[in-house]
């Protein structure tokens, strides 16, 4: 379905953001104060518009209230970015998505009505450092504290053998999503489904567990 989605600063997050969702098909209305930055960044979204975020007469006018999304993506100007947040949530949008800088940061952006506080730089360092010390994990997305989803290359003596037979929930306390094989993947996969060498699995567990998977 297409969204419409607002990026406000466009530093290199926002930019990133701002490009992708537009070339997945959505809807970008990308907002900086910069000119230059709006200039460099206007063929590669919908609509790209230089004004003072901070400025509630200017973003009424952008018509923010009626995006699907917003993302505040302003980063060193803590202020500017904790009152942007507030604005465009208190215009109606639904979900609002904020960049903190440190812990403080996010709890300020919560209390004023992000949905979703995200701090790129450290949940890169996080994913860098799992795909290090790891070499079977080829992708990972933290669902909480302590649980994960992650995408495995499966470990060659499983080839052959079906998930009842590698007995997988018991012995490693993680349960298969999905088992992809080429272009094909399978999204239910059940216990007389059997692995081939150079599957992929995609493992739901607890960060301990699948840790251990993936030193495998
Ligand atoms: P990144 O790490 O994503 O590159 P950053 O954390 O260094 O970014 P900044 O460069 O401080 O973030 O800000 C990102 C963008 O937000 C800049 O292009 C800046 O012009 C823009 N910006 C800052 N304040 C405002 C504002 N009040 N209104 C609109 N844009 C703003």
């Known amino acids: 379905m297409k969204k419409q989605f607002v990026v406000i600063g466009l530093g290199r997050f926002g930019t990133s953001i701002a490009k992708t969702l537009y070339s997945l098909g959505h809807e970008v209305l990308a907002v900086d104060e910069s000119e230059e930055t709006v200039a460099d960044i206007v063929e590669h979204v919908t609509h790209a518009v230089q004004a003072d ?11 923010i209230r009626n995006f699907d999304v917003a993302i505040v993506a ?15 949530k208190e215009m109606g949008i639904d ?13 300020v952006l919560y209390k004023t009505g992000a949905d979703r506080v995200v701090f790129p730089e450290r949940e890169m360092g996080v994913k860098v450092a799992n795909n290090l010390v ?3 994990i080829l992708d990972y997305i933290e669902l909480s504290e302590d649980y994960s ?20 929930r018991a012995k490693y306390g993680v ?10 993947i399978n999204i239910s996969p059940t216990a007389v ?4 060498e150079g599957d992929t699995l995609i493992v739901v567990g607890e960060n301990e ?7 495998r």
Do not use: C, F
């Not at 989803?149 to 997988?168: F, T």
């Not at 298969?176 to 272009?183: D, Q």
């Not at 489904?193 to 081939?196: F, L, P, S, V, Y």
């Open 193 to 196: 489904d059997t692995i081939e």
């Open 175 to 184: 349960n298969v999503m999905a088992i992809k094989r080429n272009a094909e």
């Open 134 to 136: 790891s070499s079977n």
């Open 74 to 88: 302003i980063g060193n100007d803590m202020q500017a970015s904790i009152l942007v947040t507030l604005m465009v």
């Open 95 to 107: 979900y609002v998505v904020s960049k903190a800088q440190n812990d403080l940061h996010a709890k």
């Open 149 to 168: 989803i992650v995408e495995i290359q499966a470990p060659s003596e499983w080839a052959g053998k079906n998930l009842a037979e590698i007995n997988i």
């Open 53 to 63: 975020a901070t400025d509630e007469t200017s973003l009424k006018a952008l018509g």
């Open 209 to 215: 567990d699948l840790g251990s998977l993936g030193e």
